[in-house]
């Protein structure tokens, strides 16, 4: 009986792990153009787990702790710590929880292309791209890239940009200044050793300054 208890016990809890780890959904919201704090907003799931997100003003600091808790979602394990994500993905995700003082500093940009999304930021002194296509769908396999060591790290002061990135006549501190000619952009897709990754399409839209993401994924 014992035997027979303890296996039972045993399929529940990997039955639940297979849960938390074939799907996750995603809905953001964020206003580029003036704080928002109240209607910003990051919902997002994994598994049986739900979690409704957004900046507490008064604290700076995130109430669900989707900083953290994103980490279910973007490493394999905790003690590997392998993107089953790209990278980019998770810094977006970060932006409707993170105080303007932050996210200033990261430059977020939306440019629109035709029916086609660009989304841009810089942070830690790499310049991250989404581009979507027609649909304006976001597909995890082939719409991130990134561009490492453009600027000297800005992940708590203004970017300051690597002289080789500047326009003639531009200023170091200066996003306008940046040479997008010379940036050379790389593939940014989950980590090829990890144990696990995700894949799927998220729909991202664009309003009045305000994106929004939203999709499923699944592991792959």
């Known amino acids: 009986m014992k035997k027979s208890f303890f296996i039972g016990i045993m399929l529940v809890f990997a039955s639940s792990f297979s849960a938390i780890a074939q799907e996750v959904t995603i809905d953001m919201r964020y206003n580029l153009l003036r704080p928002e704090p109240a209607m910003n907003y990051l919902d997002w799931s994994i598994g049986s787990q739900n979690i409704k997100d957004s900046l ?3 604290t700076g600091a995130s109430r669900a ?3 953290r808790e994103l980490d279910a979602l973007q490493y394999d394990s905790s003690a590997a710590r392998r993107y089953t994500i790209p990278v980019g993905l998770r810094q977006l995700l970060l932006f409707p929880i993170c105080p303007e003082r932050y996210t200033n500093l990261f430059h ?3 440019l629109e292309e035709g ?3 660009v989304i841009r930021f810089i942070l830690d002194g790499t310049v991250y791209q989404v581009r979507t296509n027609d649909r304006k769908e976001i597909d ?3 719409s991130f890239s990134k561009a490492p060591e ?3 790290d800005n992940s708590l002061s203004p970017a300051v940009l690597r002289p080789q990135y500047i326009l003639p006549g531009g ?3 200066d996003w306008d200044s940046l040479d997008w000619s010379k940036v050379q952009w790389r593939p940014d897709n989950a980590d ?3 144990s696990r990754k995700y894949g799927g399409i998220l729909n991202a839209g664009y309003a009045d300054g305000v994106l929004t993401v939203k999709g499923r994924l699944t592991l792959e």
């Open 140 to 142: 995890l396999k082939d």
């Open 56 to 58: 507490d003003a008064t």
């Open 192 to 194: 090829v050793s990890a």
């Open 150 to 152: 453009i600027a000297v």
């Open 108 to 110: 977020l940009t939306v």
């Open 65 to 67: 702790r989707s900083t």
């Open 115 to 117: 029916q086609r999304l």
């Open 171 to 173: 200023r170091a501190a």
